[in-house]
């Protein structure tokens, strides 16, 4: 599917040729709430859980969710950050999970969403053992993405650990109604 990703042609011995996904959002309207740009979580029966939106529609065809990420700053570590509501199985046999920006990266620019990304990423490698991360960004999702991967926040470098980056409605070019936001803010 598009989702797929490839890996190296040579694997490490303690990495998967498993692909991993991860879904990041952009700017959210309250720092204090969850996103829920990638859908949210419905009460079915007793004990069961449905998603919704793009993780309910990726599951239907086959994606196993494993979790949101949910940053507390740049201390992030897996499992401890992972919120599993929703999910079965072993969230380290799962091949998608969601990125959720800790409140104080959701009133920052982009500097410290980037810094989370990169920290989500490797702990998402050390977690599913994973070699690179695919991921699917939504609006500024896709900017902070670019940052890290065009090297543009000063003392973060690319390591070379996203197979592929796919993007939803980024505005790459910009918005002319950027110029005014921080006015509305």
Known sequence: GILGCSTDAVIQATTTSRPVTLLVHGITWDPQQPSGVWGTVKNRAAGEHEWTGMIGHLEEQGYRFGGVVRCNGSNIKLPDCLDTTGTSGNPRSANLFALEFSPSANTDGLSYK????VRCLQELQKFTGCSKVCIVA???????????????????EYEGDVDRLITISTTHLGAAIADHFGDFL
Not at 114 to 117: A, H, I, K, Q, V
């Open 138 to 156: 939504h609006s500024a999702g896709g900017i902070i993405a670019r940052a890290y991967l065009q090297d543009a926040v000063p003392g973060v």
């Open 114 to 117: 980037t810094l989370e990304l």
